[in-house]
């Protein structure tokens, strides 16, 4: 009778106790009650990693441990267990190489709604070409998506969620030692957390803003060049694009002389340029007596005027409010001078200084009806106190007769 390694008792121990319904088998398609593999000798000596496993969706798929590892997991001897084709601990390069056995052939990923070129994208990737050049401080498959608890990216515990994607990109790009072999800054994270996009994504809780891959890509991560800068700002900010290309900075970019939107913006510290800042901005590029700086200086102007016509507005609506008046119309007017305002935002980025001067003409002509009903009652209210001057001036001519006639009569 063949004798039997610790594992192999514990396995028989274990293929005498009656089956739980809350410990499905890994690679199970269906978790039924009472149904779990106990000849499936990998998960003796590897407990923690099947239950990791069980977790993500590859277990969910029907997928096991000799899938990827190979081996023999029908006998419970180790060396018999890992005899044939085992894997093991895959390197970077060779887990690229495995994942891609199911994830870069469309028969498979097409049952699944996923795409199956990430392997082809990661070789185009920096990290990809790291990865090729034997460079192992690049990421490979498993250092972003998990090894065994490979969750599906809009489960919030997955490092490919939106909300984590940034931490998980930070975990290589802030690490200053890491980063100084290939003189990369490690701020990134930080200035993201404070951009528009970050406080959209952490504090709005907003997960349409952009991470870090929705600007670099996921697995064919690559900064944007200078002439792409634009196309890429352009996937969310389809119109302000337009009005960039058809200026004269758009030209300026597709000659690759300015560096697109981050002439005004930065990158992962992206902020709105304040209304009252569009004139310092532009001053960073053109000298304080050039046309292009008496442009930008117009169109600040125009802008300021617009947003105080605005400021005048909502002041006018308040004060009808206190009088008692109905405003349905009012506002109304108010939130179509705004959606004016607004598109002066977009328009210039083409730095069309007489459009702007249109779109503030109609921003000031329904506020200046606003402003002219707000006049009409106050001065209805002032006809009103007038009116009750002679009103109070009999009444309390009444009361003196009256305490003087009371003053004659007789004790």
Known sequence: MKRLSLPGLLMLAVSQLPAQADAPSIGSTAVQAGQQDRSYGCIVCHADKRRSFEMGVHSERGIRCDACHG????????????RGRFVGIPDKRATVRLCGSCHAD????????????????????????????????????????????VLRPEDARSRVHPTNIPATCGACHGDASLM????????ELT???????????????????PTCIGCHGSHAALPPGITEVVNVCGHCHVLLGREFNRGPHGQA??????????????????????EEGIARACGNCHAPDSPAATVGQNIQTQVLAARGDLDDGAHAIEELIASGRDVSDERFRYQTAYSHYAEMAKVQHSLEVDELGDIGLRVRSNIDIIRTTAEVAQETRWEHKLFLIPVWFLALSAVLLAWFKLRTLPN
């Open 253 to 274: 970019t597709r000659d690759g002389k300015l560096a697109g939107c981050l002439g005004c913006h930065s990158n992962h510290g992206t902020e709105r340029v304040a």
């Open 191 to 209: 200035r993201y957390r404070e951009s528009a996009h970050g406080v959209g994504l952490f504090e709005k809780e907003n997960l349409a803003a």
């Open 180 to 187: 100084a072999k290939y003189g990369l800054p490690t701020d």
């Open 106 to 149: 469309p028969n498979q990923m097409r049952q699944y709604g996923l795409p199956s070129g990430q392997v082809a994208e990661l070789r185009t990737s920096r990290h990809g070409q790291l990865l090729e050049q034997g460079n192992n401080d690049a990421p490979t498959c498993t250092d972003c998506h998990e090894s065994h608890t």
């Open 71 to 82: 081996g023999n997991p029908r006998v419970f001897e180790t060396p018999e267990a890992h």
